[in-house]
């Protein structure tokens, strides 16, 4: 270890989206691989959207001059769609609550029918960077800790520790995976030195699938002023689910959103949060300067743009999500959970004497061997939903590892 390097980075591991290595020393060529380990749409972006961005590139971005360091356009196109989540729910489903718009909404400037504008919008290179922004915001140099409920999202975790900031966590319930909420209350009010400042949800969860419950989202709303909420809903497209009507209630919370998703833009880097004005302002001022570089701008703006083209194939990713589950859950040894995003969660029940992570691990790494990339975490496997060969392929391969 160099020795101008801070101590508690040495045994800090880093964030592996492929641990064991996806290419490299697997035989497999890239093409060859099913990945599906880090929860992207299985499609590109179609051929037509890639060659008019490709168009952009090549007529309007003049690469020597910065980007729009502000966002402009692109902010103005989310608060756009965030509208368009609250009001008129396009994809027909039952669970987006209209929002109950109270006179003054969000930060009490905003008029009631428009209940977000760009001033509610900050974007970032990925939603990892506004994570790691909201923490600089809230806890470093000893301001606070955090509080999570794992298994969740790993980046809260390693992002506060890369800071310095101290990470409190509860179990969440084995059943359905729901937080353990006096659990929870037990950890914040236990931790005061430094005070939990942030608490992180995922709606629906990582890895689990599990949208928050009513109870959550009731403890949530009776957290004191002091503390952040921060409710991450990279995988809204697929839940429909969205907690965003109620942020004019609730100056204390944000929503996390991202482009790497259901919008096909994970090479794009492109995250967003929608937040009272002061929040999104404060984020303005830690972010670097130009973030966003104007190609992924230009991308988001597209995507945005032919939202409903891109966002037509979720219905038949959502059916091919209950086909997966339906076939793993045919095998007496496993336990499948139901799933509110594009992926599937399953443990192994270890008979006497076993042990499932030791399961779990084999199943992962043969499953390797033979071209199919899943993630083994949080003490379980999560398979994204891939296209319908790709989820044969899981299906029949997971079918002969557990025969053998
Ligand atoms: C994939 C994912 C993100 C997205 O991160 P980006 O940096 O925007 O690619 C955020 N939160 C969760 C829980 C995720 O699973």
Known sequence: MLPFIRKDLAELTAYTPHPGGASGESAHSESAIDRLDTNECPCDLPEELKQKLAWTYQQLIETNRYPDGGHAALKEAIAQYVNESLNAPELGAESIHVPPLSKGGLGGVLPPKTAITADNISVGNGSDELIRSLLIATCLGGAGSIFVANPTFSMYGITATTLGIPVVSAARREDNFAIDINEAKRAIDQNQNPPVRVVFVVHPNSPTANALTTDEIEWLSNLPQDILVVIDEAYFEFSQNTLAYRLHQHPNWIILRTFSKAFRLASMRVGYAIAHPELTATLEKIRLPYNLPSFSQTAAEFALAQRQLLLAVIPEIISERAKLIAALTQHQKLQVWPSAANFVYLRVKAAEGESAEHKHQQIMQQLKQQGTL???????????????????????????????
Do not use: F, K, M
């Open 374 to 404: 899943i993630r083994h975490t949080g003490g379980g496997l999560r398979i994204t939903v891939g296209t319908p060969d790709e989820n044969q392929r899981t299906c029949d391969r997971i079918s002969a590892i557990l025969t053998y």
